[in-house]
């Protein structure tokens, strides 16, 4: 069974930084690709980053050159490092993982994951 929690969400000021993790369980995490979605009130929940299991990057336009997402495979986790902050980017924030990137890619739709966890809450203040 695929485990996964997400931690590090709060309340910053906008342009502050945040680093979100999500530790993986039930998986041997080297093997497949990792991501992060995001979904705001009354919004569908959307592409944030991904990484390949062979730690290729991507990420959606919104949050290019802003976020870094970065893996750990010894620790089973993936992060999730936000710096200049914009009210825009308040949302829940949900980490899934995937065999490859394939489906997990920019623009791929979360109807297409299989396993999430079960978020953590990120706030910018204007």
């Known amino acids: 069974q695929v485990h996964l929690v997400e931690s590090g969400g709060g309340l910053v000021p906008a342009g502050g930084s945040l680093r979100l993790s999500c530790a993986a369980s039930?998986?041997?995490?080297?093997?497949?690709?990792m991501g992060w979605f995001r979904q705001a009130p009354g919004k569908e929940r959307e592409f944030v980053a991904c990484i390949s299991w062979r730690a290729d990057a991507y990420y959606a336009d919104s949050v290019k050159g802003r976020f870094t997402i970065s893996r750990d495979n010894a620790k089973n986790t993936v992060y999730l490092q936000m710096n200049s902050l914009k009210p825009e980017d308040t949302a829940d924030y949900f980490c899934?993982?995937?065999?490859?990137?394939?489906?997990?890619?920019?623009?791929?739709?979360?109807?297409?994951?299989?396993?999430w966890g079960k978020g953590t809450l990120v706030t910018v203040s204007s």
């Open positions: 899934t993982v995937d065999a490859s990137t394939a489906r997990l890619r920019p623009g791929g739709s979360a109807r297409s994951m299989d396993y």
């Open positions: 039930g998986l041997t995490l080297g093997t497949y690709a």
